[in-house]
């Protein structure tokens, strides 16, 4: 709380502090208010308005066609939520590859219309020139490394990342050029724990692991695979709290036998 007994709002500032003092950042995406509103409430310390949104709520084999007016929606519908924990918005796929000004223009069409707190885009060294600019207009950047989505068809596989040592160098170098052009944070996705480790260890940002191991500084999960709601996608990485797909089944089925039998809506559920 703060001195006026308001929530105390989780800032890249506070995320930072948390990785000098050794406590772990728990990080969960979210793309609406229902949802959103129950994780800030439970405590999370940052909702990602990911675009794995074009896996999970829109149903695309990739997140390559979500478009920025549809990260807009979801992440106007999460800030709605949040009174507590930091909301960070990835730029999606198309709005800032190659070119830093349209790069800038895309965070600040996140911020400005949606209130978030921050922003990801995935990438490195290539990226960097964005970065900076983005940076330089005051809205703070989390960059992605080791397994990037945006870029599934270059590399045709979904494998763990860096296993090879030049590619753990590169990544490693890449990890360095993202920290100095003033990201405030980073996420490796799917890459060898020691790796995730070194990389945490070097770097003075917090560095927030998906598949990275437990050597890293948080840990983000997707909430749709978190809860169990996807059901085919179960990678050695995925700690599932709930199968919430088998018991919304279940409930569903309820529901739709006491329609049909009549039990629903009985004399105390009518007017
Ligand atoms: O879009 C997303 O859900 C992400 C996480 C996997 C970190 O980028």
Do not use: W
């Not at 207009?137 to 992605?144: I, K, Y």
Request: aromatic letters at 6%; proline letters at 3%; one cysteine or more.
């Amino acid at each position: 709380m703060s001195i006026h007994g308001e929530i105390k709002r989780v800032t890249s500032h506070t995320l930072q502090s948390m990785k000098d003092k050794g406590e772990k950042i728990s990080m969960l995406t979210a793309y609406d208010y229902s949802m959103a509103k129950i994780l800030d409430d439970a405590g999370i310390d940052v909702l990602l308005v990911g675009d794995s949104a074009s896996n999970v709520m829109a149903g695309h084999e990739t997140t390559l066609p979500i478009t920025l007016d549809q990260m807009i929606y979801h992440a106007q519908s999460v800030i709605r939520a949040c009174q507590r924990c930091l909301v960070i918005v990835d730029l999606p796929f198309g709005t800032y590859q190659g070119n830093s000004k349209e790069a800038l223009n895309s965070a600040i069409r996140i911020m400005k219309e949606t209130g978030a707190h921050a922003i990801k885009l995935e990438g490195g060294e290539e990226v960097s020139e964005s970065i900076k600019r983005i940076v330089g207009a005051g809205v703070p950047v989390m960059g992605h490394l080791g397994l990037t989505p945006q870029s599934i068809y270059k590399f045709g596989t979904y494998s763990v990342r860096a296993k090879e040592e030049e590619e753990a160098e590169i990544l490693m170098h890449n990890a360095r050029v993202l920290q100095d052009a003033g990201c405030f944070s980073l996420v490796l996705e799917k890459i060898p724990a020691t790796l995730g480790g070194e990389v945490a260890k070097e770097l003075r940002i917090p560095v927030i692991g998906i598949g990275a191991g437990m050597h890293v500084d948080g840990q983000v999960l997707v909430m749709h695979d978190m809860l169990g709601i996807t059901k085919n996608f179960s990678p050695r990485f995925l700690r599932r709290y709930l199968n919430l797909y088998d018991e919304i089944t279940e409930a569903t089925k309820s529901y739709i036998r006491d329609v049909k039998s009549k039990d629903f809506p009985n004399e105390k559920e009518q007017y």
